[in-house]
């Protein structure tokens, strides 16, 4: 097992991507903290893992929330002694249309789920990570819409350019605290969220997206979270600062 004797926080764990993530880096032995605002998805994750043989805990944390995303980490550390990876992977778009009609209102909720809710798990996360005797990894579930973006996905795109450059500005600040920080940049997976890029979930509008990557399909969690397992495994020990995609092509 590549990850024994570590614990993981992975938010936005209940569902797509991260129950992906979830259940694979617990597959390698790590103790996984499931975080999502859905209760229910959250607890199916947990249930999933720990029926497998793995050891998870759900937290309902928002990590648009300061106070809730800090009480999570003091969680990890309680119940399984330290917080040695963190997989930023919640994420939320505004529906896919000309970028003159997104709200205010829909800008201020993926700027807060999607770049502030890095602030809040960094401020918690990075403290009890140096406090760790060991190397400790973060991984940012950024998007193939940072390098090569989508039209009608305008904002949600640049909030994933946040990401990668927040990926690679933490990546230089933390090296001297022995933490890695690393994004993959998936390219349009079969998720809840694939909905709202395509605006509306037509078979034709599903072709498109699967014709725009040249290995000719969508990503799936077990892509993605194989790309996480990889950068958070001391196989990547020299590897930090680093966006990788996982899009079948389609960013060339
Ligand atoms: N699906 C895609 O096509 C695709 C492509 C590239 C990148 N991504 C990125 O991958 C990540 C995961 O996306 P997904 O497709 O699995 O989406 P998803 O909607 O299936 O899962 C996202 C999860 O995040 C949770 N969440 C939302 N806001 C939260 C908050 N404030 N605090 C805690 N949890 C919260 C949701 O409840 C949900 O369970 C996102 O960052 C997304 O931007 C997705």
């Excluded at 998720?191 to 034709?204: C, Q, R, S, V």
């Excluded at 680093?242 to 960013?251: F, H, K, N, S, Y």
Aim: net charge negative; proline share 4%.
């Amino acid at each position: 097992m590549r990850l024994e004797n570590k614990t993981a926080i992975v938010t936005g764990a209940g569902s797509g991507f991260g129950a992906g993530i979830a259940a694979k880096l617990a597959r390698e032995g790590a103790a996984v903290i499931v975080c999502d605002v859905n209760a229910e998805d959250g607890n199916r994750v947990v249930g999933k893992i720990t029926a497998a043989g793995g050891r998870a805990l759900f937290d309902g944390a928002d990590v648009t929330r300061a106070d809730a995303v800090q009480a999570m980490v003091d969680r990890a550390v309680a119940e399984f002694g330290g917080l040695d990876i963190l997989v930023n992977n919640a994420g939320v778009s505004h529906h896919r249309k000309p970028m003159l009609d997104v709200t205010e209102a829909e800008l201020d909720r993926i700027l807060a789920v999607n770049v502030k809710g890095l602030f809040h798990t960094a401020n918690a996360a990075i403290p009890a990570m140096r406090a760790n005797d060991q190397s400790s990894v973060i991984v940012n579930i950024a998007s193939t819409g940072a390098v090569r973006p989508r039209p009608g996905l305008t904002w949600y795109n640049a909030t994933k350019g946040a990401v990668t450059t927040l990926t690679k500005s933490m990546a230089i600040e933390l090296a001297n605290y022995r933490i890695r920080v690393n994004a993959v940049n998936p390219v349009a997976g079969d998720t809840p969220l694939l909905a709202t890029f395509m605006g509306e979930d037509t078979p034709e509008n599903r072709e498109a997206f699967r014709q725009s990557v040249p290995l000719g399909r969508l990503s799936t969690p077990e892509d993605v979270a194989s790309a996480v397992l990889y950068l958070a495994s001391d196989e990547a020990a020299l590897v930090t600062g680093v966006c990788l995609e996982v899009d079948g092509g389609r960013c060339i």
